[in-house]
């Protein structure tokens, strides 16, 4: 009996460790772009560059992972010169991301199910020390011996992050000077 309960427990564990892969994100290769807007229609977007991130994947979903983003790479692209500098200095500021106090945010994910283009994640999202859950879809781009990539889209509610400067959610009578609480990231990331 305990010989037949031994070989159940390696054969067990040999095919765990055949079903997942334990994969690591290249973060030269992966992007992670951001998108905010004004009530006015006006967009300012720009990116961030992640410092870290690891996903195990078994049987054809994501089972857990996650993804260190560095606060202190953050750019704004749809701007040149002051502009870009002085808008980059208030969007790391305590005005809204606070990044000398808190210079990583995270995503870990929780779980995953198959969907008829990629995969439904379950996660949290950790922002100014702030951790709250988030729902996502990742689209499989390609998946091989050698090369995984998905690109995701993912949206989050700045307010609830403590990310105030005119916000909606806290202040009122903004008019035309509202920033929307909604932030859109969009990412591909690329894996070994």
């Not at 427990?9 to 030269?28: C, E, G, H």
């Not at 998946?143 to 806290?170: A, C």
């Amino acid at each position: 009996m305990k010989i037949q309960c031994s070989l159940f427990a390696i054969l067990f564990l040999v095919s765990f460790f055949i079903n997942a892969q334990n994969l690591r994100l290249k973060t030269d290769k992966s992007t992670l772009k951001w998108t905010g807007k004004q009530i006015t229609t006006k967009t300012h977007f720009g990116s961030l560059k992640f410092k870290s991130g690891n996903i195990t994947f078994e049987n054809g979903i994501i089972s857990s992972g996650k993804f260190l983003v560095d606060m202190t790479s953050l750019l704004v692209e749809d701007l040149q010169g002051n502009y870009k500098q002085k808008l980059e200095g208030h969007l790391k500021s305590d005005d809204f991301f606070s990044v000398e106090k808190f210079n990583e945010s995270s995503l870990t994910i929780l779980s995953s199910s198959k969907n008829d283009s990629g995969l439904d994640v379950n996660g949290s999202l950790t922002i100014k020390g702030i951790t709250l859950p988030i729902k996502f879809k990742l689209e499989d781009l390609e998946m091989d011996q050698e090369e995984v990539r998905w690109k995701g889209v993912l949206t989050f509610d700045r307010s609830k992050y403590n990310v105030r400067f005119r916000s909606g959610s806290f202040f009122q009578n903004l008019g035309d000077k509202l920033i929307l609480d909604e932030i859109r990231i969009e990412t591909l990331l690329d894996f070994y």
